[in-house]
């Protein structure tokens, strides 16, 4: 059916020289939803573009945290504007941001000139929405509370052809009490194994090396259907060609010893785990329903540094989550310093509308919550520069991203950008590279093998 409609969209656009941007907020999953998003519009025969001069501009909304919603109502004034001196603009609104009662509500009476409006459950009807704006030249509005008919129909268009994101498992069971996910991406709902080894072989003949799983909680895949994700790891891991297996987000309660093995047996899994933690604190993990303690956390550790030594660990933080008092602070950086992350994601609690931690008491004052951000921030990046160090004369391997004037820029299998001097004709590959100087958040080396 959306051929239907990408073809009329492509006839109308035929010869016009149409250009569409698109601007993508938040998580992974939505920067690969605008992959799709994105080869659809190239088959209605848009040019993609980095320009504010565009016939089109797609926004992919988050609502995860505040200011995604500030910053998006503040570009959509910008777009007025525009639109006012050029009446076939489109404006496109979708992502997670538009599963929001209120935030429907205010497009509807304040952002009349936007033209299409869908959820993150019909985003793959957007040629269809696009097709009948055109031709009602009126806005449309068309948002869903579930899933119905999707399928993976359409291969996303890549940054990289050398590496990909594949979805396993869609939405979020966990209800973690500040966290709007589950609002706006709905119940568990795991991918057919089989759908997602045919997708990744598909990828591995186009090219691809690397490939990175994405779920909201990869390690309850296959709950909802009998399977589970350490299987999945092993039959992927099979994959003949495929070089790099990476996966986000773990949540630590279903963190399974199956899955520490999976990851030491398999080769091509990457030694690289984001595990996040969100406080130091038992009585605030309680508040915050992640269902297991500091010591549970620690234990965990433990286990895959036995299992798996060189395991590099990530993890999210959240300050100022409500009751957060200046002991479970230090639970938090008490925690972060015995546990030496390799990296981590620090957020100041955002209050969301709907989230059983939008209604607690005891909320804590902004400054506050800037000190202890402040505070942490300097701990766990002194942290991080000193683990950064232990790569000092170690050679990696690296799979080349990007050139800009003779310097290549990659990555090693724990994720870490290392910068070194090269030739344009090694993006995509694998190279072996020297690390001579270590930088707080990234490596310098030299290219082995002449
Ligand atoms: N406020 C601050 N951070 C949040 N996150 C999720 N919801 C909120 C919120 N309301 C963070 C968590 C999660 C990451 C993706 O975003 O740390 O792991
Ligand atoms: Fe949000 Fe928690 Fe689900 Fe992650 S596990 S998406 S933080 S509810």
Sequence with gaps: MNDYYIEQIYKMNAGKNKKARINTFGCQMNAHDSEKLCAMLIAMAYEITESNDADLVLFNTCCVREN?????FGNL???KNKKENNPDLKIILCGCMMQQNHIIEKIRHSYKFVDVVFGTFNFHKFPQLLFNNMITNSQIIDIWNEPKDYQETFSPQRKYFFKASVNVIYGCNNFCTYCIVPYVRGRER???????LDEIKFLVDDGVKEIMLLG????????????????????????????????????PKDLSDDLIFAMRDCEKVCHHLHLPVQSGSN???????????????????????????????????????????EDDFANTIDLVKQVEFDGAFTFIYSKREG?????????IPAEIIKTRFANLLEILNSIIAEKNKKYFGQTQKILVEEYDNGKLTGRND????????????????????KINDCKP????????GG
């Design 414 to 433: 724990k994720n870490v950008l290392v910068h070194f001097y090269g030739e344009k004709n090694l993006i995509g590959k694998f190279v072996d590279v």
């Design 355 to 363: 989230t059983p931690a939008a209604r607690m008491l005891n909320q």
């Design 77 to 79: 004034g910008y777009f």
């Design 216 to 251: 909201q909680n990869v390690n309850s895949y296959g709950l909802d259907c009998g399977d589970n994700f350490p299987s999945l790891l092993r039959k992927i891991n099979e994959i003949k060609n495929l070089e790099r297996i990476r996966f986000m987000t773990s949540h």
């Design 441 to 448: 958040f990234y490596l310098i080396g030299e290219k082995l």
């Design 283 to 325: 009585r605030i993990l309680k508040l915050m329903n992640r269902k297991y303690t500091r010591e549970k956390y620690f234990e965990l550790i433990e286990k895959l540094r036995a299992n798996i030594p060189d395991i590099s660990l990530t993890t999210d933080i959240i300050v100022g989550f409500p009751n957060e008092s």
């Design 68 to 72: 995604p919603e500030d910053k998006l």
């Design 190 to 196: 795991s991918r057919k194994s089989q759908d997602i």
